[in-house]
């Protein structure tokens, strides 16, 4: 049993030199031996057990097997309690052989191939986050016969404890043709994911496996954060230009100088600016300072993101204003209140959430306790409640307002577009670039959020996007008080910020 030794061996140390092509292909090789030419039908080693048997392929129901760790897979019966571990394979996959022969001889396996570098694959290896779940794989061969293609799917359970919700589970099988010694492929499996049990269905016959893989690996963190510095730095230039141009129309326009609309989309910009220069900072600079320039650092990140939340749903209670109630909107000293909350608020907020010594050192970490990003922020494990109260909930409470008045405007915009006679499908379109440009000031690309539990590819979109923010603000701007001449003659509901424009002052 030398090839046992060596198995053995290079599944428990990384290290183990291992000619890991040879000792995968022998395992595999191994399972159609024993359905060809042994008679065997148990096989009971310690990183090995197997059932082999003779099936008629004229059977009247779908056949069950348990696969209970460390002991040898066994046919169960339909009826019985259904353990945790198990395999379904489907009756239509032995009827779709009864032509060429009566009876077929099956192997069901399940292989432990501990934690070294066997069974990794070129995917796994070079990110060095995820693995096979319990080290556990489960093989199914009829010998020679290549069965793919099922109509109807095989079933395998796999039982496991409630995962993080930064990890993620997929079912795949080893597919001898990728690269030299062979990598994991989803292709033709689907993953039905369940809080202590993930079924896994699967069109063919081969060794199958879960893979658990942390959604946010370093490789992925290091993509999302070029992303995002890309995204703000580009957001940061077309900021400032906002902040410049307002300046410009201040000495240029005198209406500009009591107006309260244009104010608040600078003060919004600003706010925006801070928060991605911040971010460059935090994310830029080695967290493991001193824990009062930590502290500060964090501090500093939380205020400027409260102030951006605040300035949104600012945005949102004037949008109200101008638009759907209209009528007794006068408020004296109207920005200065605005003001004081959009960057008073914050500043309070933040003052409580240091007194109670939240700031510091954060880290993300995966599944096997691996550091994926350090950054200044809360405390990891001793602020957990200030950072859902101050930021998620905040931040529910903001976005939710916004999207009520957004939804509002729209109402308003569209019965403005129906009523208008002639021109329809003209006023739709502008009608749609309208609520655009004013979702970017309510922070709807920052709602998102809410999405990136899907996967990761809403992760990528809400990054992107929300990191453009300050492009889609300033692309706002420009068209709000440089509108082209058809626009500046036309009643459309471009205008409808414009034309409710009013001064508090």
Not at 98 to 119: E, H
Not at 429 to 458: D, E, N, Q, R, Y
Not at 476 to 504: C, D, K, N
């Amino acid at each position: 049993m030398n090839t046992a030794d060596c198995f053995t061996k290079c599944g428990q140390s990384e290290n183990e030199s291992c000619n890991l092509g040879n000792l995968q292909r022998y395992w595999l090789d191994y399972e159609t031996h024993l359905v060809e030419k042994s008679m065997t039908e148990t096989v009971d080693l310690s990183f090995l057990k197997t059932f082999v048997k003779n099936f008629s392929t004229n059977i009247s129901e779908d056949l069950h097997f348990s696969l209970t760790p460390s002991q040898i897979p066994t046919q169960v019966m339909e009826d019985e309690h259904k353990p945790p571990d198990r395999v379904r394979l489907p009756r239509s996959l032995f009827a779709s052989l009864q032509g060429s022969r009566a009876a077929v001889r099956m192997a069901i396996s399940v292989l432990d191939i501990g934690p070294g570098k066997l069974f990794k694959g070129r995917q796994l290896s070079l990110e060095d986050d995820g693995r096979v779940l319990n080290n556990r794989l489960v093989g199914l061969s009829l010998g020679r016969i290549r069965v793919t293609g099922l109509a109807e799917p095989l079933e395998i359970t796999f039982s496991h404890p409630r995962q993080p919700p930064n990890m993620t589970l997929t079912c795949v099988f080893w597919d001898v043709t990728k690269g030299s010694t062979g990598d994991w492929s989803s292709k033709g499996c689907s993953t039905e994911l369940g809080a202590k049990q993930t079924v896994c269905r699967c069109d063919h016959l081969t060794f199958f496996a879960l893979l658990l893989r942390p959604i946010l690996d370093k490789v992925t963190v290091k993509t999302l954060t070029h992303i995002s510095q890309a995204g703000c730095g580009a957001s940061m230039i077309f900021l400032a230009f906002t902040v410049v141009l307002y300046a410009a129309l201040r000495f240029s326009r005198q209406r500009f100088k009591s107006e309260d609309t244009p104010k608040i989309h600078v003060a919004l910009s600003v706010s925006l600016f801070l928060l991605n220069l911040t971010f460059f900072i935090n994310v830029g600079l080695d967290p493991k300072g001193s824990h009062a320039t930590c502290w500060v650092r964090g501090a500093i990140f939380h205020y400027f993101l409260l102030c951006v939340f605040t300035w949104m749903v600012l945005e949102a209670f004037h949008l109200y204003l101008l638009v759907i109630r209209v009528f007794n909107t006068y408020f004296g000293h109207y920005f200065l209140k605005l003001s004081l909350v959009g960057w008073g608020l914050p500043a309070l907020m933040v003052i409580g959430t240091g007194i109670a010594n939240s700031y510091g050192l954060y880290t993300i970490h995966d599944k096997e306790n691996r550091t994926s990003l350090e950054l200044c922020w809360f405390h990891e494990k001793t602020a957990v409640l200030a950072l859902y109260t101050t930021v998620h909930g905040y931040f529910l409470i903001t976005f939710l307002f916004s999207t009520v008045v957004l939804g509002l405007v729209a109402w308003k915009i569209f019965t403005l577009s129906s009523a208008t006679a002639g021109k329809q499908q003209q006023q739709n379109w502008k009608a749609v670039l309208t609520l655009l440009g004013l979702s970017s000031l309510v922070g709807m690309t920052w709602g998102l959020a809410i999405l990136t539990p899907l996967g990761l590819s809403t992760i990528y979109v809400f990054a992107l996007f929300n990191s453009l923010q300050g492009v889609f603000i300033f692309c706002w701007f420009i068209v709000l008080y440089f509108p082209s001449q058809s626009a500046v003659s036309s009643s459309g509901p471009a205008r409808v910020e414009q034309t409710h424009t009013m001064s508090h002052e």
